[in-house]
């Protein structure tokens, strides 16, 4: 007897707890990992200050991000297919508050070790975008079929790894990085109403 396989990968339906738990443990992870190589690499964490022009430009970046995100959910059905699933885990246990984490907690971990030590660390020219990029790509990976979701978010990192370089302040990937995860976020869980 010939089993039939399911095309479709099962969803670990996590809790709202598990979901939070596991952005704060993945924040500390990836702030420890970017401390323990700022004390033991020849370099300095990416510049970062307060400036009103780079916030503007942050959101501006954000909302560019979120647009070609959703050009992309429309167009590309593999894209489409791989962000629901990564998506479902996530974001169908929150509720809107819990957003706010969603947005704060990646963007301030995820930019502090990508761009804020890997930049530094691997150059800071468009190698070090490049292979930081791929790296926050494979981060997103969380199951074989997911790779479109993995190609989206190395060319998210991409834009932000560029954006870090350009401005010279770290605060304009990491506002677009929060832009992103909570427009992206609040409109996915309004379809899903």
């Known amino acids: 007897m010939v089993e039939q396989q399911n ?5 670990p339906y996590l809790t709202r707890t598990q979901v939070l738990v596991a952005m704060g443990v993945t924040a500390i992870l990836l702030w420890i990992v970017a401390r323990v190589w700022l004390n033991y690499g020849n370099f300095y964490l990416f510049r ?3 400036s009103i022009k780079d916030v ?9 991000i979120t647009a070609l995100s959703g050009l992309a959910y429309r167009l590309c059905p593999p894209y ?6 990564y998506l479902e885990i996530v974001l169908k246990p929150l509720v809107l508050p819990d957003l706010i984490w969603l ?10 070790l990508f761009r804020g030590v890997m930049l ?4 800071l020219d468009s190698v070090a975008v490049i292979v930081s990029s791929l790296a926050f790509g494979v981060l997103h990976l969380s199951g074989p079929q997911q790779w479109p979701y ?3 978010a190395t060319i998210i990192g991409l834009i932000l790894g560029f954006s870090a370089l350009i401005s010279g302040n770290l605060l304009v990937p990491i506002v677009a990085h929060m832009i992103t995860n909570w427009i992206s976020s609040f409109f996915w869980k309004w379809r899903q109403v």
């Open 120 to 123: 530094p660390a691997l150059g």
């Open 150 to 152: 993995v190609i989206w």
């Open 7 to 11: 095309p479709e990968p099962e969803i």
């Open 56 to 64: 503007l430009w942050g959101v501006g970046l954000g909302l560019i």
């Open 103 to 112: 947005g704060l907690l990646p963007a301030l971990s995820e930019e502090l």
């Open 80 to 85: 489409r297919k791989s962000a629901d699933y």
């Open 48 to 50: 970062w200050y307060w």
